[in-house]
C-alpha cells in the first residue's frame, strides 16, 4: 500500500477513535470482563481442539482417498490402429459395462435429436472404449484397443505408461474442447463472410466496362496454369489416409462436448439394476404434488396448439403483403426502358432502396434457415456463417437508423440553415468558381500565350451556359429548404438514404460541368486526331482503318499545302482547346472523388463487418480462419513425476502438441474491400486511363454494378419468389425426433413424458424404471 493512503487510512482512525471515544471505551470494558470470566481461554481450547482434530483426523483421510485409484474409462473414436481420439472420461464404471451400454445404446438415451445423423455427420463411426485412467496396467504387453493413460497431480497433462517389449513413441494432442452452446467451432477452412454461391456481381453487363470478364478469364487462366503444373510438377506426395481423415477428425472434436454431455448425464444407468414401476399411491401423491406444474404444461400446449397457429399466420400474411409490396417497388427499380440501364444503375437512391428492398425480402429465409438450426445438434456447423451474415446486417440496419435519426433532427431543426449552406456551397464553387476561372482563362492564364479569339469565344459560350444554369437555379432556389426537410425527414429510415439523395443531388447539380467536360473533350480529342492524321500526312502514310496499321500513300501537291495550312492552324490553337479541357476535367475528378467518398461511407453503412469483429473480439473461436500445431515441452510436474514415481512406471516417450484455432485474419475480414479497391484502380489508376485523359476520350465512372458489388456480397443472385416465400413460411416441417432403443423422444424425453420437479413423468413410472 502506498505510504500516503496508509497516512490517510491513520488519520481516519485516529478521529473516528476521537469522535467514538465512548463506543471504543464500552469494547474495551467488554473485554476485559471477558477476560476476568474466561471466555477467551474457553474459546482458545475449543479452537484448538478443532485445529488438532482437522490436522489428525480429516486431512489423513482426504490424501488417503485422493491417492486411491479411482475406476475411470476413457470413450471416443477409433479412427485407426494407432489413432484414437477420447471424446469422454467416464468415472466410477468398469469398460465392460460401458461397452455394453454404447452396443444397447443405453448411454444416448434422453438425446433430443437422432443420434444417428451425428455418427453420420462424424464419419458413421461409432463410439468405443478406448482404455483407463489411472490405473495400472494388468501386463506389460502394449495394447493399442486399451491404453492406460496417467494423470499426475498438479498437472492436467496425461502421461503413457512404458512398455518394456514394445518401444513405442506416443503423440498425444490437447485441444480446448469447442463449446457448441457458444457457436464455437473449429475449422479447416476459413469462414466466409459472403455468399459462396455468387458467380459475380450483381446486376447487368456493362459494354464499357470489362471488369467482371477479365477476373473471371484471369481466375480460369490462373486455375488452367495450376492444373498444369501439377502435371509437371511433384510438389509434394499425395495425402495419405490420415491426412484425408483430419478433416473428419475435426467435426468429431467440433461433436465431442456435445456427446460427452450426453454421455454423462446417463452414466448413471450404466450397471444399474431396471427399478420398479410406480405404485398406485405413489401416482396419486405425484399427481397431487404435481397438480400446479401440469396445470401449466397444459396451459402452454393449449397456447401453442389454439393461440399460436392464428398469430402465426396473422404475421405470415402481414409478410406476404410486404413481400408483394417490396416485388412492386423491386420491378420498378430494375424497369429497362429502352433496354440500357435501369433506374437503380443511374440513382444512388435507388440502389439503396433495391439494397434495403432486397434485405428484407432475403431476412425470412435466412430466419427460417436459423429457426431450424434449433431442431438439430448444436455440433453441426453449417449455419454458423447465415448466422454471422443474418445479424451482421440486423446490427448495420440499426446502426443505420441510429445514426439516420440524429442526423435527420439535425437536419430538420436546422433546415433553413443547412439550406443555406448548401446553396452557398454550390453556388462557389460550381458557378462563382467556374466564372472566375473562365474568366482568367480569357486573359493569359499564367502567363501563356492563347489565342485571344478562340479562348473569348469559348470563354463567353461556357459564361453563357453558366448564367443559363444559375438562373435556373435561382428558380429552383426556393424549393430548396423544403427538398432538405424531406431529405432530414428519410434520414429516419437510416442514414444511408439521406446519404444516396444528396450523391444524386450532387450530380444533378453539376450536370453543367459534366456538359463542359464532355462538350470540351470531345473537342480537344478531333482537334487532336486531326493534328495527328495530317503529321502522318507530311509522313507520306496513312491509317489503314481495314487492318489497323499504318501504310505508304502517296499524296498530292494540293493536299500537302492544305494539310500544311490546317496541321499550322491546328496546332496553335491546340493550347487554348487544352487548357479548356484541362481545367474541367479536373472539376469532373474531383466531383468524381467526392461521390466516390459518398459511396464509400455507403459501402461502410451497408456492409461493414461489424458483428465479425464484435465476435472477434468477445470470442474468436466463434469466427475460425482454419487450425495450427504448437509443439510444447512436456510439463515439468510431468517429467519429475516420471523420475520419482514408484506406483507407476516411467512414462513412454512422448510429444505433446497443442491444438489451436487461429480467428479469422483481418485480411479476409475485409477482403471484399480490398477487392472493391482493387477495382477502382483497375478503372481510374491503369495507364490506359492517363492515355484517355491526354487524348481526350471520355473516361465513364464505374459502373454502379460494379462499386455495389461489396454491397450486393451478402445477398444472393436470385432472391427468393413470392411462391417459395409462402411454401417456405406455411410448410409444417416435422420435427426431427431421437430414438433410444426403439423410444421415440418427444418434446426432449422419453416417450413424450413430462419432466416434473427433476423427475419424468410417464405412463410407466420414473426415467430410472425405463
Known sequence: MHPVSVLTFGIFLAGYITARWDLVTRLYELAIFAWDHGVITRAAKGFAVLSIF???????????????AELVSLRGWRNSDLDVLIVAVLQGVEPRNVDHALRMRTLFRGCPYSIDKLVAHCGNQQLQVLGTLNIQPASTIFDPKLLCLHIVPRSATPRVERYEHAPVTFQIITFDRPDPRRMQYLSLTPISLALVDKSGPHGGDSSFDRIDKDEADARKKKARLVEKLKQHSVIRNPRSEKEMALNNIVVQINCSAELDALLQSNIGMVGVRTKRAMSVGERVVESATNFWDYVQLESKRSFRHHVWPFLRQVVVLYLMVLRIAAEVLLSLLDWRPFGQAALKDVSATAQQVDIRLQQFCYWPDQYVTLNRRRNDWESITNSHPDYIRFFNSLWLVANDVIIGIALGSYIVENVDYVAYLLDTTLAEYSVAGLQQMLTWLMDYPAGLKLNNELATFLGDLFLWVIEY????????????????????????????????????????????????????????????????????????????????????????????????????????????????????????????ALKAALDTWLACLNHFPLFALMLRVKDSRRLPGGIQFELQDPPRTLSSASESSTEVGKAAPTSYIKLQSIPLPLSQTFSQYAQLGQRLRKHYLLPRVFLCLVSGQFVPPIHRKNLYSLQYGMLPVKRITIGELWQLLTEQRPA???????????NGHIGGGKKMNGRLKAANGYWWSK
Request: glycine residues 6%.
Open 54 to 68: 482437522f490436522v489428525l483426523v480429516l486431512i489423513p483421510i482426504e490424501r488417503i482417498a485422493a491417492r486411491e
Open 469 to 592: 444554369w444559375n438562373g435556373c437555379m435561382t428558380e429552383l432556389r426556393p424549393a430548396l429548404p423544403s427538398l432538405i426537410r424531406i431529405i432530414g425527414i428519410t434520414s429516419f429510415a437510416g442514414a444511408s438514404l439521406p446519404i444516396s439523395m444528396f450523391s444524386d443531388l450532387l450530380s444533378v447539380l453539376t450536370m453543367h460541368i459534366y456538359c463542359f467536360y464532355v462538350a470540351s473533350a470531345r473537342i480537344y480529342n478531333w482537334q487532336l486526331t486531326i493534328i495527328i492524321s495530317l503529321f502522318h500526312l507530311f509522313r507520306g502514310k496513312k491509317r489503314n482503318i481495314l487492318r489497323s496499321r499504318i501504310d505508304s500513300c502517296d499524296y498530292d501537291l494540293d493536299q500537302l499545302l492544305l494539310g500544311t495550312i490546317l496541321f499550322t492552324l491546328l496546332f496553335f490553337l491546340l493550347p487554348t482547346v487544352a487548357v479548356f479541357y484541362a481545367t474541367f476535367a479536373g472539376a469532373r475528378m474531383a466531383i468524381i
Open 736 to 746: 426431427e425426433h431421437g430414438q433410444v432403443n426403439g423410444q421415440a423422444i418427444t
